[in-house]
């Protein structure tokens, strides 16, 4: 129906998160319409992000060197870790101001019916930054959904069978069950992160 180019385009845009094939044909359109300088600037920052940005690596968030911004920052307190699935997570605990700890960010949920698997995930790797020492509490902030809490689960047993004395905690309840905690507002996220409790 269309030049092999604008096909080209509209595909690309149906593979995006919630944008479905008219929307994709709107977008393909509107920078048809657009003014050449406006494509090549999107163009740009899209090969720009993925060439500068990867992953943190000391806690897997994504940053625009060896290590992102939280980690380098030395009045962050390292004794105190929070793990969470996705970078976008990170976000939404640093909106509430009350976690002034560092983070381990997993990369997703253990989900064997999708084959994600511990192995798939950073966990050893949150494994090997615990068992270093230097480590008193992991709070695990994964979602409240069904993947969610069998990852904390797996972790919360993984880290103190190899660091006997350190204090697991999980978010409170109160966060909508089953949602992702990005559409957690800040003041019920907060209120989560200061009464979490021990697992
Ligand atoms: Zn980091």
């Known amino acids: ?53 990867g992953l943190c690596e000391v806690c897997y968030n994504l940053a625009d060197g060896p290590t992102c911004r939280i980690c380098a920052d030395e009045r962050r307190d390292p004794e105190l870790i929070c793990v969470v699935e996705e970078p976008s997570d990170v976000i939404s605990i640093e909106r509430t101001h009350e976690f002034r700890g560092r983070y381990h960010v997993l990369g997703g949920a253990l989900s064997p019916i999708d084959g994600v698997d511990p192995e798939d995930l950073k966990i050893a790797e949150l494994y090997e930054r615990v068992q270093t020492g230097g480590v008193r509490e992991v709070v695990i902030a994964t979602n409240p959904t069904t993947t969610g809490e069998a990852t904390a689960l797996h972790i919360a047993t993984g880290v103190r069978e190899r660091v006997p004395g350190i204090a697991v905690t999980r978010l409170a309840s109160g966060l909508p069950v089953g949602a992702d905690l990005e559409y957690a507002d800040e003041l019920t996220l907060g209120r989560a992160l200061v009464g979490r409790r021990a697992v």
């Open 1 to 53: 129906m269309y030049a092999p180019p604008i096909q080209r385009l509209i595909a690309e845009f149906s593979k995006l998160p919630g944008v479905g094939g008219r929307t994709a044909q709107r977008l393909a359109f509107h920078l048809l319409r657009g003014s050449d300088e406006d494509a090549r600037a999107l163009a740009d920052a899209i090969r720009e992000v993925k060439e500068r940005i």
